[in-house]
């Protein structure tokens, strides 16, 4: 950024004593607020994450890995059905949502340029995108829940699927537009009909974004609750692989037991808190480096 | 005989390598546009879904059920004020405190900070937007709420006790520290990552000459922020802030676990209150017949008043993409 090195050496230079004394104030007041601002916003960052290692760190043990959630009153316990049943549903509904994102954004970037259909589709997106994610568990209990007479794991999944869809094709349709044209023309010139072009051309050269894309929806499913609360709802049993039942899942056992009245419960809601926030952290940062490296 | 046989088995072969890819070609491109249709039938159906689940309770209150403040279980009676009323200030009073903290955040970001600084910091902003929200809502219950009532609703109350208007609706009842403000404040903090990392983008879009331009006519920093970026940067500014409001109006757990979870109108910020999103959150899982119905027509309520709120803001931004 050649900018950066300009500015601040031009305001270095310049002479206060001949600035009226307004004048300077204001700009105090400017450099001041901003950077106390910011500083706020960053000293939160650190409160959350401090409060989470110092509190979660306690209740990590082996035992969270090894042993289930407790039962009202019983003494111990640990995560492992909901660890299990959390990473089932969040892969469940990326591996729903990955195949119908990327498609979907094939088609805003490839098929669609101009078309009315891909505008809307790209407006629509946008807005689901940052639709709330307690309206999307409403729907799918409206569509799964409801006439299927109860919750499931298949429900949780959707409703996840439904919040990583947007994000995944936002970031396909973005990425297959940095591929140089030049590319796509020469793999045409050579014969190639538009279905290999895209397949084997434009997804390979925009293969770190998407992958990207993907990892952000997958950090942005791993820790949402509210939609999980109606749909995927919780057990206290082992994780069995029978998807049509409720399933324990870290968000929704974190949300019954940081206020519970058990200290062990609370000391594992904490844990969890940690867990959870740990892995989406690391996601998100593992994408950050994904595309810088490109 | 020979020789014409093995000629049609050759363009037969030739044709089918051709055809291949060909015929698979239109089938592709449907695909992918009925991928992208899915995204709009899903939009669509939570919408149908929505008024579909709410209808019964329309039907049953009326426009009494937006203006209404009972909420009663026993006699089946639901109106829906006090958790818009909750939603809406609870929203305002998260734009009160987030965005002038937003957008100082993103001029700090692009005008302020050195070179070497920006990208950390920048990188501790957005990681705040990946925390979920369930975590804020644990950190304000937990920590935040205790030393909000201790540190500031109990002074406060103190000295605006009796006052005219400000004894109103600063006043706390009990200081608990659970209550609109604190969701205020927790969903204030939850949307400054959103709108700074934008209105930083946007920032950073304005070209360079005209602020140098600016300085270079003798501009204090001030005055290039006011007069020169934010005149440049205004309208998307606006939409990015609408982002905010957006997410600030159905963010749910962060505010169950804060709001305290009160079924009645209060004119104190300090009094406990709901929001739709809390409501729904707390109740639908024990929510039976036509309550489940009102909860559904909160939904619908909250789904019409985000879509306009995000179709304006996209409509701001859409000269700006992020994720």
Not at chain 2, 233 to 259: D, K, P, Y
Request: with cysteine; aromatic share 10%; glycine share 10%.
């Amino acid at each position: 950024m050649s900018d950066a090195a300009i500015t601040p050496s031009a305001e270095a230079e310049v002479k206060w004593g001949r600035v009226r004394q307004s004048r300077r104030i204001q700009d105090r007041i400017l450099r001041v607020g901003c950077t106390t601002a910011t500083a706020l916003a960053v000293f939160v960052l650190f409160w959350i994450l401090g409060m989470l290692l110092w509190k979660g760190g306690q209740g990590i043990s082996l035992d969270l890995f090894t042993k289930i959630t407790p039962g009202p009153g019983s003494q111990g316990g640990g995560l492992l059905n909901a660890i299990v049943g959390s990473i089932v549903l969040t892969f469940l509904g990326i591996a729903i949502a990955t195949p119908i994102g990327v498609m979907a954004g094939t088609f805003l970037a490839e098929y669609g340029k101009g078309s009315k259909l891909a505008e809307l589709v790209r407006f629509i997106n946008d807005i689901l995108l940052s639709a709330p994610s307690i309206l999307i568990g409403l729907f799918v209990y409206v569509v799964l829940v409801m006439p299927f007479q109860g919750y499931s794991g298949w429900a949780g999944s959707v409703a996840l699927a439904i919040i990583a869809l947007p994000v995944i094709v936002r970031t396909t349709e973005d990425m297959l537009r940095l591929v140089p044209n030049g590319l796509r023309e020469a793999a045409a010139a050579l014969g190639a009909p538009a279905s290999i072009v895209i397949r084997q051309v434009s997804w390979r050269a925009a293969k770190a974004g998407i992958v990207t894309g993907i990892l952000l929806a997958l950090a942005r499913i791993a820790g949402e609750t509210a939609p999980l609360l109606f749909t995927a709802l919780n057990n206290n049993f082992w994780f069995n692989w029978n998807l049509t039942g409720g399933i324990s899942n870290l968000p929704v056992t974190i949300y019954a037991f940081a206020s519970a009245p058990y200290d062990n419960w609370q000391q594992l809601a904490w844990a969890g808190a940690l867990l959870i926030t740990g892995a989406i952290l690391v996601l998100s940062i593992a994408a950050r480096a994904l595309i810088n490296r490109k | 005989m020979v020789a014409v046989s093995e000629q049609t088995y050759k363009t037969a072969r030739t044709d089918t390598r051709r055809a291949k890819p060909f015929r698979f070609d239109p089938l592709f491109a449907a695909a992918t546009r009925a991928a992208a249709i899915t995204v709009l039938v899903l939009l669509f159906g939570i919408m149908a879904s929505m008024i579909y689940g709410g209808w019964p309770a329309f039907r049953a209150f009326g426009l009494g059920f937006l203006t209404g403040t009972q909420w009663d279980t026993m006699n089946d009676v639901y109106g829906g004020l006090p958790a818009i009323v909750g939603t809406l200030s609870t929203a305002l009073i998260a734009m009160v405190i987030g965005v002038p903290l937003s957008i100082g955040t993103a001029i700090y970001l692009t005008q302020l900070a050195p070179a070497w600084f920006k990208r950390p910091v920048g990188t501790a902003v957005e990681l705040l937007a990946a925390v979920p929200s369930i975590i804020y809502g644990m950190w304000g219950l937990f920590v935040f709420v205790p030393l909000f009532a201790a540190w500031f609703q109990v002074p406060v109350s103190s000295v605006v006790e009796g006052m005219p208007i400000v004894g109103t609706i600063f006043y706390a009842r009990s200081p608990s520290g659970l209550g609109i403000l604190s969701a205020g404040i927790i969903l204030a903090f939850m949307i400054v990552p959103f709108i700074a990392s934008l209105t930083r983008d946007m920032l950073d879009q304005i070209p360079t000459v005209l602020r140098e331009s600016a300085y270079g006519i003798g501009c204090t920093t001030w005055e290039v922020v006011r007069h020169v970026l934010l005149p440049q940067a205004g309208v998307s500014i606006i939409g990015a802030i609408m982002l905010g409001l957006g997410r600030a109006l159905g963010e749910t757990m962060a505010v169950t676990f804060v709001i305290g979870n009160a079924n009645r109108l209060s004119a104190s910020v300090m009094d406990p209150g709901s929001t739709i999103a809390s409501r729904i959150a707390s109740e639908f899982n024990e929510a039976l017949g036509m309550q489940m119905n009102a909860l559904i027509g909160l939904g619908c309520v909250l789904f019409f008043v985000t879509f306009v709120v995000l179709v304006i803001a996209r409509i701001l931004v859409s000269r700006v993409r992020q994720y």
